[in-house]
């Protein structure tokens, strides 16, 4: 009876490290910048205009999903909700703590001949191609691969021209047990390194 109650005991361990309590978790995006930007306001001004960012998945509900060892999954969803309210927020606080004043629009054509009729120094707006980490379970550990592509376009007044930018970030881990956040901290480091490349130089 002890060795059958040990094997029990084993095994649910063993199912235990594999994942993380089923159901729909949030998890909080928000990117917090390292470095300073010194040369920032001089690249695109003291205001930046804000157009509505795009999310342009297929799907646009969730951002991630895990999978335990017996098959089930654990799904995961934004923080701020939708995801482009996530992003944009968090960029609107980053920035403004950077000396950098941001204002929504409702809209903007992506086009450089809209820019001089702007009342902002320049004008941003982001497309989200892909956003998804996705976790599996397998003996004692569990690899989490996060992918994120965004298209960057930053229309800058006094240069009369909209810079657009492809950024796209692959990361694996392997950990002994996936938790939410765990998998949160990841996908904010990846908020981290491309925005912070992204502003050291915009254009």
């Given amino acids: 009876m002890k ?3 040990w094997l029990s005991i084993f095994s649910l361990s063993f199912f235990v490290l594999g994942c993380a ?28 205009a804000m157009a509505p960012f795009k999310d342009e998945r297929l799907e646009t509900l969730y951002i991630g999903v895990h999978t335990n060892l017996q098959g089930d ?35 903007w054509d992506g086009k450089p001949e809209s820019l001089k009729n702007m009342e902002t ?14 976790g599996k379970a397998s003996a004692f550990r569990t690899t989490v691969k996060t992918t994120v592509q965004l298209v960057i376009h930053l229309g800058v007044k006094k240069e009369g021209k909209v810079f657009i930018r492809n950024v796209e970030v692959e990361k694996e881990i392997t950990v002994a047990r996936s938790t939410p956040e765990k998998v949160e901290a990841v996908m904010n480091q990846i908020l981290t390194d491309i925005f912070d490349s992204y502003f050291s130089n915009p254009y």
């Fill in 73 to 107: 999954s654990n799904y995961f969803k934004s923080d701020p909700s939708p995801l482009e309210r996530a992003i944009k927020e968090s960029l609107s606080d980053a920035l403004s703590r950077r000396g950098v004043k941001t204002i929504p629009i409702f809209n």
């Fill in 3 to 5: 060795s059958v109650r």
């Fill in 121 to 134: 120094d320049s004008v941003l707006m982001i497309e989200i191609k892909r956003f998804w980490t996705e």
């Fill in 21 to 48: 309590k089923i159901g729909t978790h949030s998890l909080y995006l928000r990117y917090q910048p390292v470095k300073e930007f010194s040369f920032l306001q001089q690249k695109i001004g003291s205001t930046l």
